[in-house]
């Protein structure tokens, strides 16, 4: 079993930045899984946001991130990163760090979920 908790969310203007943490407890997740992150806003579907393969080699956003955020990860302290810079009213939504195989996190079933974080942008 792997717990995923987020931190980091809060409350910021646009054009601001945030930098999200993931930590993972329970088993030594490090070279196992593909980690991502997910958001969703009020009233709509949980969508992928950005991911990283487990050496941290490769990353993959959506197309509305790119050049605003990046995904990091440091296994030697089971922590994934988002660090989001240029923040957009539009990013305002609960954000999901997801572990998992790539598959899984491609199909937006990851095998473990983290609580949530709010992150709220005001314009």
């Known amino acids: 079993q792997v717990e995923l908790v987020e931190s980091g969310g809060g409350l910021v203007q646009a054009g601001g930045s945030l930098r999200l943490s993931c930590a993972a407890s329970?088993?030594?997740?490090?070279?196992?899984?593909?980690m991502g992150w997910f958001r969703q806003c009020p009233g709509k579907a949980r969508e992928f946001v950005a991911a990283?393969?487990?050496?941290?080699?490769?990353?993959y956003s959506t197309d509305s991130v790119k050049g605003r955020f990046t995904i990091s990860r440091d296994n030697a302290k089971n922590t994934v990163y988002l660090q989001m810079n240029s923040l957009k009213p539009e990013d305002t939504a609960v954000y999901y760090c997801a572990a998992g195989p790539a598959s899984a996190i491609q199909r937006a079933s990851p095998t473990y979920w983290g609580q949530g974080t709010q992150v709220t942008v005001s314009s």
């Open positions: 990283i393969n487990r050496s941290g080699s490769s990353t």
């Open positions: 329970g088993r030594t997740f490090s070279s196992n899984y593909v």
